[in-house]
């Protein structure tokens, strides 16, 4: 096995910390990771620290909530170090917005009829970059649906009692800003909705790369990206979007991105150097 491009912390809405991210990294044989939390870098620290320790490569990055033709589009960013300057102001505002929008959606639940203390339970969330899945965990927890899963198929989905839309920054916006810190731009999990009208436009707006490998990505889809990576000239990646202990389990280790295609990777990234790959044929 080789990489992980794709992992979410307790930093945000993951129910694992970096420590035990790479633990179980290490116990799987990745040989390098990259903490890519929804809009915020703060466990970047931790997550260099762990893996220096178990000598895994780092990559920083993260997972940019944007907007694009009226859809909302994941931008993963990846950096060649963790010194940036740009992307650092623009987080406060997307922390804001997300904060809002968990307030709101408890607010409406609470009006739905869910009998619970607004204010405990967001006092509850203890997250600078909260998500959904952090009032799916708290309905579970006031004993309103049996699990994760259920919460948003019965409450959280669109058009569901607590159903808050959210308004986003382009994604041709968030790209230049990556680019901004040296960064790469790869369009997240293209496998769940985004068509191939969108992704041939953000090619022409910059975009460097695109997650061929997740977990949502049968075979099929698989050769249709690897296809449109080569038609545009963007790097392959890969990774599982691990959030830790979910329905159907860890997905650390079920997608990974091969020796060859991560090498290309730490290449375009400038970072050849600090990737060391496994002896063993990796799988995806």
């Avoid at 339970?121 to 009032?135: A, E, K, L, M, T």
């Avoid at 949502?216 to 392959?236: E, I, T």
């Avoid at 730490?266 to 063993?280: I, Q």
Wanted: glycine share 8%; with cysteine.
């Amino acid at each position: 096995m080789s990489a992980d491009l794709h992992l979410h912390s307790t930093y945000s809405d993951g129910t694992l910390e970096p420590q035990e991210i790479v633990e179980r990294a290490g116990s799987i044989g990745l040989r390098a990771l990259a903490l890519t939390d929804h809009d915020t870098i703060n466990g970047w620290g931790d997550m260099k620290r762990q893996c220096q320790s178990a000598n895994i490569s780092w990559v920083p990055g993260i997972e940019l909530s944007t907007s694009h033709a009226g859809q909302e589009i994941h931008v993963l960013g990846y950096f060649p170090d963790d010194i940036l300057s740009v992307i650092p102001e623009k987080l406060e505002a997307f922390q804001a917005r997300r904060r809002k929008r968990i307030c709101d959606i408890i607010i409406r639940l609470r009006d739905a009829g869910i009998n619970w203390d607004v204010d405990q339970v967001i006092d509850s969330i203890n997250c600078q970059s909260p998500g959904r899945p952090h009032v799916a965990r708290a309905m579970v927890k006031h004993g309103v649906v049996s699990n994760v899963s259920n919460a948003f198929r019965k409450y959280l989905c669109k058009d569901k009692p607590g159903w808050v839309p959210s308004t986003y920054p382009s994604a041709s916006e968030m790209i230049k800003t990556i680019h901004s810190d040296r960064g790469l731009a790869v369009l997240a999990h293209p496998g769940l909705g985004v068509s191939n009208e969108v992704i041939t436009d953000l090619a022409s707006q910059g975009l460097d790369g695109v997650e061929v490998y997740h977990t949502s990505h049968k075979p099929s889809l698989v050769r249709k990206y690897r296809y449109l990576a080569d038609k545009f000239k963007l790097v392959v990646t890969g990774g599982s979007d691990c959030h830790g202990h979910i329905s159907g389990g860890i997905r650390m280790g079920k997608v990974v991105l091969s020796n060859e295609d991560t090498m290309c990777f730490f290449k375009r990234l400038g970072k050849s150097a600090s990737f060391r790959p496994s002896t063993t044929a990796a799988s995806h």
